[in-house]
């Protein structure tokens, strides 16, 4: 019995911060804006970069938000999410950029199907619990992009 004791003495950090930021995959370095955001917290802004780095070689190149929780004696954890949106829609396309004004002047389309693969990409971090909803978030953004998608969203067809 005194065994179980001895081990629960281990508590919990205790957080000071969280600090969100959004880096291309691969290439996180002390520079701005990861260093000023990080130095100003006390974290060891190599470390991250070098750990941030290994665990996103296979996302070269690719925006990647990332939340760290910093905690109270400077030690940090991190969550990589899915890239946004945009980022993927402007991806399929080939696009640069999205449209000045997107109620007049559209930059290209997607069909359904390219909607399904990155909504099921975003599912993680998006608050749905339908692939269809998942959908239909992602036909928003692409609308407010100046993207039009072709045909009639799948469950319209009943």
């Known amino acids: 019995m005194p065994e179980l004791l001895k081990s629960d003495k281990t508590m919990a950090k205790e957080i000071s911060t969280y600090v969100k930021l959004q ?41 990647l938000p990332v939340v760290i929780t910093v905690f109270t004696d400077k030690s940090f954890e991190f969550v990589i999410k899915t890239p946004p949106a945009p980022i993927l829609l402007m991806e399929a396309l080939k696009v640069k950029g999205g449209s000045a004004e997107p109620n007049r002047k559209k930059i290209g389309s997607v069909t359904w199907d390219q909607v399904k693969t990155i909504a099921e990409t975003k599912m993680p971090d998006l ?31 009943q």
């Open 23 to 63: 880096v291309k995959g691969a290439a996180a370095n002390p520079s701005p804006p990861i260093g000023p955001a990080l130095g100003s917290k006390g974290v060891n802004i190599m470390e991250f970069c070098k750990q941030f780095n290994a665990r996103t070689q296979d996302k070269a190149g690719m925006v």
């Open 127 to 157: 608050n749905c619990f339908t692939v269809e909803s998942a959908m239909s978030m992602v036909a928003g953004t692409a609308r407010s992009m100046g993207i039009t998608v072709q045909g009639k969203a799948p469950w319209d067809n």
